[in-house]
């Protein structure tokens, strides 16, 4: 066929994908000068991805079904918009032949292989007959036609146990099983039938020798249209979860340069089978000594960033100008390596509990900025809501320096910088991952991460002296904060009394669940924190997303979330949540329907915290009485709206009498 059919120059491009990957094309897309068109499901009305496009359409309903795999749905979105060319993305529809040849029929470009390539290497079967007939070495096993139980029963017997029953058209690790001997074989396939036929609509299986202690390693390839075909070094997956990567790195460092090249060329082979065009990973598993061919990918995958960053080419840049019929950039000769990239996933779930996914509203979102060797690629922002629909991955954080150690570090700083809150991620556990002495050595194979599980989820450390101060600087901070702007608030200028020295005591809950108390003097003179025998000279300076602290003399950062009457925390030592348990405005805030803000006990307002129309997040702070020489801060029972204050600074108040009104929001 006329390869300019296929493959031409276009101006706008729409993008069939959500989250980080549809983010990422955008990005690149713009830079080249196309116009963006982004779809989206109804719940995604206000997803990133959609922002950040020119134009975006609503597919339909949440469910991946009525949107995002609507092929119809789609392409009617192309042709509203005038897009000619369909970006797939990884995921959804970017390995179905149907969706490429829809677009091929509909006059659009598709940015990726032609749909007869995708045919020849989706299946796992058909591609492992493709790659056995060019001489790539492959997992020895079973892949033929017959899919009756006493052929399956028989080639299990012909491999050998350990053996793993795989789903042909499987992905995302889903469709498999490992069968230890023969009498787990039959109820195995079964399932795993089952299983595929409900993800894929196939149940065809394949039977693999099962790689004991595997190392997953792949290659990234790209070929033009012209013939040229390039392998743009390997990536090392080997951490998985469930069968699914989530730390990633490049180059792998388990090759040594003669296996490296060895890998790369079978990978070239092996696209070279199919004259493959567009970008594709070749996949293998390692038993330590040699490797052996599993599944093509026909498409961008989720860890291509560390092939980026290792060899400074944009895959999406590339993959465009193949898309444009041009030729690649560079020839194999010219691709160099430079240094090491690291890729950590950050998921919505909760490792703890065996990686449940975690949904709701990201209430906050700080992560480092791009730059100093490390990249941020992100699908969410600050306020956007994580639906049930779809994968939880929310972004990917890629660290690259000149080498693995180095960029280990930075990829470890940057996590630890980061406070997602909202919903439950798996931050920490990343942080516990690429610490663990086990990867620095690189002493792992794809089944670490559950071996290793109690230890890679352990529970945070009780607070030490340094947290508590922490905890309280934080609440201050946050008084603060509330005030800013209001030149005449006492709070401006921290400290700030006229005559004597005040008192406030806090008490905080942590770890498991003692209560821990500590008393901050202020006033005329230096503050200082008591707890229990020692009083620690103490000062705060606000900073970027937290602030610095001063203890007797020695800064240190510290980052904090409130929420309510949760506190989190990051200083020197980790992270920490801690409950801060508040004798007066605090505890009252469980008890629903409490809109009234009054005096505890008689005393004085030393401070009003909020302005009246304000509207308050629950546990923001309102005002501030002085009980017996104690301060106690009064805060918002839930979120709402300040209607009234009803006193102001030096009144003398008495027990029980009304101070201000909040009113829930919504009404
Ligand atoms: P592989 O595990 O074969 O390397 P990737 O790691 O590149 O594949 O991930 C692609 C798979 O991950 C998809 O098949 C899909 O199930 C899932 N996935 C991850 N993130 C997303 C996303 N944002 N949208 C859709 N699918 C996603
Ligand atoms: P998917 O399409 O779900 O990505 P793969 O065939 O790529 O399926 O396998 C996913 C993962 O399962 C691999 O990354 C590897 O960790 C493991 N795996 C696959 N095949 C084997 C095998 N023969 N022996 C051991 N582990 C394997
Ligand atoms: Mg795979």
Avoid at 396 to 418: C, F, H, Q, Y
Avoid at 445 to 458: A, C, H, M, N, S
Avoid at 473 to 483: G, L
Avoid at 498 to 511: E, L
Wanted: aromatic share 6%; with cysteine.
């Amino acid at each position: 066929m006329d390869r300019s059919k296929l493959y031409r120059r276009f101006r706008t491009l729409l993008i069939a994908n959500r989250g980080e990957i549809a983010c990422r094309v955008i990005r690149t897309a713009r830079a080249m000068g196309l116009r963006t068109v982004a779809v989206y499901s109804e719940v995604d009305r206000d997803a990133m991805h959609v922002a950040l496009a020119d134009e975006a359409v609503l597919l339909g309903p949440a469910r991946a079904r009525d949107s995002y795999l609507n092929v119809e749905r789609l392409i009617e979105a192309a042709r509203k918009t005038g897009a000619e060319a369909v970006h797939p993305g990884y995921g959804f529809l970017s390995e179905n032949a149907e969706f490429a040849q829809a677009c091929f029929d509909a006059g659009l470009v598709f940015v990726g292989p032609t749909a007869a390539m995708m045919t020849a290497m989706g299946s796992k079967s058909g591609s492992k007959a493709l790659m056995e007939k060019a001489g790539v070495p492959l997992v020895p096993g079973y892949h033929g036609d017959a899919q009756d139980d006493a052929t399956l029963a028989k080639a299990a017997e012909k491999v050998g146990f350990p053996i793993l029953v795989k789903a042909s058209a499987g992905g995302g690790g889903r469709g498999m099983r490992i069968v230890r001997s023969a009498d787990e074989l039959a109820p195995a396939i079964v399932s795993a039938k089952r299983e595929a036929k409900a993800a894929f609509g196939d149940d065809r299986m394949l039977i693999e020798k099962y790689v004991d202690n595997p190392r997953h390693i792949e290659v990234q390839i790209i070929g033009d249209s012209h013939g040229n075909l390039v392998s743009l070094f390997e990536r090392e997956c080997t951490l998985q979860r469930r069968h699914q990567k989530v730390i990633e790195e490049a180059p792998s460092p388990t090759l040594n340069p003669a296996q490296r090249e060895t890998v790369c060329a079978a990978a070239r082979k092996a696209a070279g089978a199919v004259n493959y065009v567009g970008a594709g990973t070749i996949e293998f598993v390692s038993d330590g000594k040699d490797v052996f061919f599993i599944e093509m990918n026909t498409r961008l995958q989720v860890e291509h960033p560390v092939t980026e960053m290792i060899t400074g080419i944009d895959l999406v840049e590339w993959q465009l100008r193949v898309a444009f019929g041009e030729a690649l950039p560079l020839k194999q000769d010219e691709i160099r390596l430079s240094g090491h990239a690291i890729e950590a996933r950050v998921y919505a779930e909760n490792p703890a509990k065996n990686f449940m996914p975690s949904v709701g509203k990201i209430s906050t979102w700080r992560l480092p900025a791009d730059g100093g060797g490390l990249r941020i690629d992100a699908g969410y922002r600050e306020g956007d809501s994580v639906s049930p629909y779809y994968d939880a991955m929310l972004a990917k954080m890629i660290a690259w320096a000149p080498t693995r150690d180095v960029a280990i570090e930075r990829l470890n700083r940057g996590l630890d910088e980061s406070d997602v809150r909202g919903i439950v991620t798996n931050i920490p556990f990343l942080s516990a991952l690429i610490t663990h002495p086990d990867v620095r050595a690189n002493a792992i194979d794809t089944g670490f991460i559950e071996r290793e599980l109690p230890v890679l989820t352990q529970a945070a450390p009780a607070p030490g002296e340094l947290e508590l101060c922490a905890a309280v600087a934080a609440i201050i901070h946050d008084e603060r904060q509330a005030t800013q702007g209001d030149a005449t608030s006492p709070w401006q200028t921290f400290g700030w009394m006229p005559v004597g020295r005040r008192q406030r005591k806090f008490a905080f809950r942590g770890g498991h669940g003692t209560e821990q108390k500590i008393t901050l003097n202020y006033g005329s003179g230096p503050s200082t924190l008591v707890i229990g025998e020692r009083e620690l000279a103490f000062a705060i300076a606000p900073k970027d997303g937290g602030f610095d602290l001063t203890l007797d003399g020695v800064k240190s950062q510290v980052a904090a979330v409130i929420d309510g009457h949760e506190l989190y925390l990051r200083t020197r030592h980790g992270r920490f949540e801690l409950h801060w348990v508040d004798p007066f405005g605090g505890e009252t805030e469980e008890q629903a329907g409490v809109d009234k803000i009054a005096a505890p006990l008689p005393g004085t307002v030393v401070a009003v915290l909020a302005e009246e129309g304000a509207t308050l997040a629950k546990g923001a702070p309102i005002l501030t009485l002085e009980v017996m020489k104690m301060e106690q801060t009064l805060r918002a029972p839930f979120a709402g709206v300040l209607t009234s204050i009803k006193c102001k600074v030096g009144d003398i108040v008495q027990e029980g009498v009304e101070l201000a009104v909040v009113e829930p929001a919504g009404e």
